[in-house]
Nanobody, 123 residues
Framework: QVQLVESGGGLVQAGGSLRLSCAAS????????MAWFRQGSGKEREFVGA????????LYADSVKGRFVISRDSTKNTVYLQMNSLKPEDTAVYYC????????????????WGQGTQVTVSS
């Protein structure tokens, strides 16, 4: 079992930055892949990016590529989402997800989810 706790959301003006954190506890193998999704009001949950601990690779959605950066601190079993050049359309609840092996954008393939943290970008 893995527990995920997100933090760092808030209100920011367009063009600003925020950093989200997701701390994982439990079996480390089960959080080999950690990902971020977001869900805007009235919208479907959308893939943002993912990080693979083994090899250290990252994957991003086209909508955030070049603006968002995922990093992880394996000693703390924590993944970060640095969000730069934020736009009003980035407003959403951001969720952290984890799993042992699937590395991709299909939210149904992730086993564990955090509670979500609200990010609001004002214009």
């Amino acid at each position: 079992q893995v527990q995920l706790v997100e933090s760092g959301g808030g209100l920011v003006q367009a063009g600003g930055s925020l950093r989200l954190s997701c701390a994982a506890s439990g079996r480390s193998f089960s959080s080999n892949i950690m990902a971020w999704f977001r869900q805007g009001s009235g919208k479907e949950r959308e893939f943002v990016g993912a990080s693979r601990r083994s090899g250290g690779s990252t994957l991003y959605a086209d909508s955030v590529k070049g603006r968002f950066v995922i990093s992880r601190d394996s000693t703390k079993n924590t993944v970060y989402l640095q969000m730069n050049s934020l736009k009003p359309e980035d407003t959403a609840v951001y969720y952290c997800a984890a799993g042992p092996s699937y590395y991709g954008d299909n939210n149904s393939r992730y086993d564990y989810w955090g509670q979500g943290t609200q990010v609001t970008v004002s214009s």
